[in-house]
């Protein structure tokens, strides 16, 4: 039977359970990858049809990757909002804030993501933005989306002042007189999050379709996407845009979506289960899992800690939150993780702090073998040693984030001592216990680029950080063969799809095209890994990308 295709030249198939398995090429036909070897042997199933991709001798061709965690959904939308991510100082993004404020017309919310207090050296206020955008509602995620800055409107029509009490699994953040500052954290956002417009079901679907693209430029295949940052109404307009894009065959890549807590029951009625198909026709839109918060973040000072964070002079911490936060209570993540299971619907549990994940595999081991999809614990930043493996025992897969290290390494030094290095980002450890290890880039809060995170994973070093800086917890540091798998193998796994991920008979037809040195080792931070960029992406044997 003749090929549909022929890639010749250096490729890694991730054949079996290690190493790289390298052939000369591979054969495609109806998608999938029909045979794999010899040049020789599979240029005798080629007739003059077979479009054939032929590798320079400077090029590598490695599986498409799997992002585990990439917000695509959200991260469209934030395509038009004002991105602070490059604000060094809080007068460079209020210079931004107020460039909106003139750009857009009167009465619209101004909304965007990326103001950090460690690297502004305070945390912002409302009567800073009130300042940069008069009358204005404005609404700002931090860096790690688990702290929203607003004005003095929005927190006027959210009915926010110095009476209200901070909500189950949220802070208002308040000045010495209880004052509200203008900072939100946790579960307090949604205090006026849940008035801000929701973007309609077109807006996301232009927005999917723009940053889907791009993602499949970088190389990513498929995606995850961990679900809408705010309140649902039934499925919500996000999960109807992936089905329209489905409809008219217009998304470029594969998407596992992600319900929230309150979409469980529309998604329970529907009769939809993880795994299935969000339209019958649309192969490439399918239900993913529940997402769960278990607890807040490194950099809000929020992530659920079995010991007291660090003290830091000059900045306390709101009574009571010296341990972090837990934003769903650990029996209601087993009662909502149980639930889900009963419908068929897998669950995975936002997890950073050692507390957190402790309650989080609690919540989800009666669960492990339940539904086809894998559960699984997002970030898991800082780990127990007694719970190391818990992981493999259970059936639950951890889903990291190897970029965060890039923006997190100071502050855990600083915020978790000793813990941080000894029991932080422990991704050797996760993979040396036998777990399955996903990578993932948790775009907007990171670039959606893969390949700097693929870098952070066998270096644990970055040139950003300030010269004579020690690579963080190095004993910690996978191979680049191990960092490579955790892209392409193990976040299909965790999805039930064992049809993809390698280079094998059988397989997706899904492969990427990069410059040798990408694959060179050693890995250098900064180097050819971490810059990497593929001149050619297929998905399922088609060019979905070519430089």
């Not at 970088?218 to 995606?223: K, P």
């Not at 089905?243 to 008219?248: P, Q, T």
């Not at 890549?253 to 329970?268: D, G």
Request: hydrophobic share 45%.
């Amino acid at each position: 039977m003749p090929l549909d295709a022929l890639v010749t030249g250096r490729i890694a198939t991730f054949a079996g359970e290690s190493g790289f398995g390298w052939v000369e090429a591979v054969g495609i036909k109806d998608g999938r990858v029909a045979f794999a070897g010899s040049a020789i042997e599979l240029e005798t199933r080629a007739d003059p049809f077979t479009v054939r991709h032929e590798l320079d001798p400077d090029e590598v061709a490695i599986p498409g990757l799997t992002d585990a965690h990439l917000h695509l959904a959200d991260g469209g939308i934030a395509l038009e909002q004002v991105d602070l991510e490059a604000s060094r100082t809080l007068d460079n993004g209020l210079a931004l804030i107020a460039a909106a404020h003139v750009r857009l017309p009167d009465g619209e919310w101004i909304e965007g993501h990326g103001w950090d207090p460690d690297r502004w050296g305070r945390w912002p206020t409302a009567e800073d933005l009130d300042r940069a955008a008069p009358g204005r509602r404005v609404a700002l995620w931090a860096h790690d989306h688990h702290s929203l800055w607003v004005s003095g409107p929005a927190l006027e029509l959210a009915g926010v002042d110095d009476r209200t009490s901070d909500p189950p699994g949220g802070i208002i953040r308040r000045d010495e007189d209880r004052a509200a500052t203008g900072v939100l954290h946790e579960g307090a956002s949604r205090l006026v999050t849940d008035r801000v417009p929701r973007p309609t079901e077109d807006r996301y679907e232009r927005l999917i379709a723009a940053l889907a693209q791009q993602v499949v430029a970088l190389g990513v295949v498929a995606v995850h996407d961990p679900g809408a940052l705010a309140l649902q109404a039934g499925l919500g307009p996000s999960v109807a845009a992936y089905r329209r894009l489905a409809a008219r065959g217009a998304l470029p890549l594969r998407v596992h979506v992600c319900i929230r807590e309150e979409q469980l029951a529309a998604a329970a009625e529907a009769g939809l289960r993880s795994g299935d198909r969000l339209l019958a026709d649309g192969e490439r839109a399918r239900l993913g899992w529940m997402k769960l918060f278990a607890d807040g973040t490194l950099a809000s000072r929020t992530a659920a800690l079995l010991d007291p964070i660090e003290t830091e002079p000059g900045r306390p911490l709101p009574a009571g939150t010296e341990r972090g936060v837990f934003i769903t209570p650990p029996e209601r993540q087993a009662e909502l993780a149980g639930r889900a299971a009963d419908a068929g619907i897998a669950t995975i549990i936002h997890a950073i702090g050692d507390h957190a994940v402790r309650a989080a595999l609690d919540a989800l081991e009666p669960t492990a073998g339940r539904t086809p999809l894998m559960p699984r614990l997002e970030h898991v930043q800082l780990l127990h040693p007694d719970d190391r493996g818990r992981f493999a025992r259970s059936g639950i897969a951890a889903s990291v984030q190897p970029v965060h290290l890039r923006a997190d390494a100071a502050a855990a030094r600083r915020l978790w001592g000793d813990r941080a290095e000894r029991n932080g980002y422990t991704w050797r450890t996760l993979v040396d216990t036998g777990a399955v290890v996903a990578f993932g880039t948790d775009a907007p809060v990171e670039p959606i680029d893969p390949w700097p995170g693929l870098s952070m994973a066998v270096t644990r070093s970055d040139p950003s950080w300030p010269a004579g800086t020690a690579p963080f917890g190095p004993d910690e540091a996978l191979s680049l063969e191990l960092a490579l798998r955790a892209a392409c193998v193990a976040p299909p796994l965790t999805a039930g799809e064992r049809d993809r991920g390698r280079l094998v008979p059988g397989q997706r037809a899904d492969l990427v095209v990069l410059p040798i040195e990408a694959l060179i080792e050693p890995v250098v931070p900064g180097g050819a890994l971490a810059t990497a960029r593929p001149r050619l992406v297929l998905v399922d044997g088609q060019v979905g990308y070519e430089a």
